[in-house]
């Protein structure tokens, strides 16, 4: 066989090896892509419930759950103090009296009122049981033992109305008295001796150690929020590193038609936590739609974004997620895919890609 001849037969023979060679490869390709190992990841299944939001704070002062500010119902001057700042006081205690120079007469000219008509009805009584007998007999007309009647019935009208003008006059000397209406101590005395007191100008401030209460004001929206009953969250503002105290909902005010306007409500404290006057904040948290929450660790970020990798009949699928807050380990997304107790990786992230074969570790 001449040299043009071997020329020619390699030029057929070369590309055919060449292509064989290149479909010995692809095949082989394949082959190891059917044989990958599954990438060993760990999963965790997403939940779904409410979403936690942190408390909105709203300051307050503790107070005692009975207190009163004590006035007398008369003018007057301040003759005795007994009480001091501080004192401890029972119920009953005389804690002050004012003097008025009209008490006294008005009571004792009423009484002697009394006296004196009580008097004249006893005299009428007489008279007419005495004219009865006469009326019988045909010696007195009946004309006059009516008279006589009418009289001593005006006469016990008469008396009626003493009784009560002297029960009244008796009534406003004991209000010159100023007695404790409950066991408690003296948060603030007001006046002083010898100074002229109006009536209703406060004098004595008593408050009972027994029960503590804090009274904040919240924007009508947040009313919705609160029930009667529900316990919240306080915190005293000096004592930051202090647990939070459980209070209970005693009142809740209505919403009012002014705009703009804060309503009072009213939490109940357990006995011996926060003492009274202590500044505090009572939270209230205002619930929001239902959310769905992934671990922190299976959130990756890329360029397209932030997403997760759920796991379906042992492949990894990415999805994309929207982040929306962190909660501790948990993170709070939005995605129109995902659902409640779908599996979604955690650890093994950094080798996985989008369609991977996974072998859950347990």
Sequence with gaps: MNTDTHRWVWALVFPLLLL???????????????????????????????????????????????????????????????????????????????????????????????????????????????????????????????????????????????????????????????????????????????????????????????????????????LGFVSVGQSLPIWSVHDRSQAAVTGQVMEIAQAGAVRGELHPVLVHLPVNTLDAGEPVEVGIVPPRDAVITVPLLAVTRSEAGESVYRVRERRAERVEVNVRRIIGDNVVVESPVLAEGDLVVYAGLTRLVDGDPVEILQ
């Design 20 to 222: 064989g060679g290149c479909k010995a490869s692809g095949l082989g390709e394949e082959s190891s892509q059917a044989e990958a190992p599954a990438v060993v990841v760990r999963v965790d299944a997403v939940k779904a419930g409410g979403d936690v939001a942190p408390p909105l704070r709203f300051s307050g002062i503790v107070q005692a759950s009975q207190r009163a500010t004590l006035t007398f119902q008369l003018s007057g001057t301040l003759k005795e103090r007994h009480v001091e700042l501080g004192q401890q006081v029972e119920q009953g205690d005389l804690l002050a009296r004012v003097y008025n120079p009209a008490l006294e007469p008005a009571r004792d000219s009423a009484t002697a009122r009394l006296q004196e008509l009580d008097t004249q009805l006893t005299q009428a009584n007489r008279e007419w049981e005495r004219s009865r007998r006469l009326y019988e007999r045909g010696v007195v007309s009946e004309q006059t033992l009516e008279q006589l009647a009418s009289r001593r019935d005006s006469l016990q009208a008469s008396v009626a109305t003493a009784r009560a003008a002297l029960a009244e006059a008796s009534r406003l000397l004991d209000e010159s008295r100023l007695l404790a209406p409950f066991s408690g101590r003296v948060e603030a005395v007001l006046v002083e001796n010898n100074e002229f007191v109006s009536a209703g100008q406060p004098v004595v401030r008593l408050s009972s150690p027994l029960g503590r209460e804090v009274e904040v004001r919240v924007p009508a929206y947040m």
